[in-house]
């Protein structure tokens, strides 16, 4: 499974972005998906999760509430919607893939097995 990361930016505080995880190679359908975050030196941490069906999210603590998790009809993409971005929010952020054999939606980085390449967010204040 191939994972391709895209949406990523600058804004100021306040505004918006939508990261998109677009996965290839094989199909995803029954796949779990997350998405985690690198900010500089620090290590890497969990942002969102969702399930094959959709109809499970989890959400950092940090995030809730601001970001929403969702796949579109064709299970081939995942998307990360950013609202009300805060400059802390800034980061590398990585989506990956469990695969179904591995359980549902996880929170941690050891139970994904596929990553995509990472697309930067900068918020400025």
């Known amino acids: 499974v191939q994972l391709q990361a895209s949406g990523g930016g600058s804004v100021q505080a306040g505004g918006s972005l939508r990261l998109s995880c677009t996965a290839s190679?094989?199909?995803?359908?029954?796949?779990?998906f997350g998405w985690f975050r690198q900010a500089p030196q620090k290590g890497r941490e969990f942002v969102a999760a969702?399930?094959?069906?959709?109809?499970?999210?989890h959400y950092a603590d940090s995030v809730k509430g601001r970001f929403t998790i969702s796949r579109d009809g064709t299970f081939n993409t995942v998307s990360l919607q950013m609202n009300s971005l805060k400059p802390e929010d800034t980061a590398v952020y990585y989506c990956?893939?469990?695969?179904?054999?591995?359980?549902?939606?996880?929170?941690?980085?050891?139970?994904?097995?596929?990553w995509g390449q990472g697309t930067q967010v900068t918020v400025s204040s």
């Open positions: 990956a893939a469990r695969e179904p054999m591995s359980g549902g939606a996880a929170t941690g980085e050891s139970e994904y097995e596929h």
């Open positions: 190679g094989q199909t995803v359908y029954s796949y779990n």
């Open positions: 969702i399930d094959w069906s959709g109809g499970s999210t």
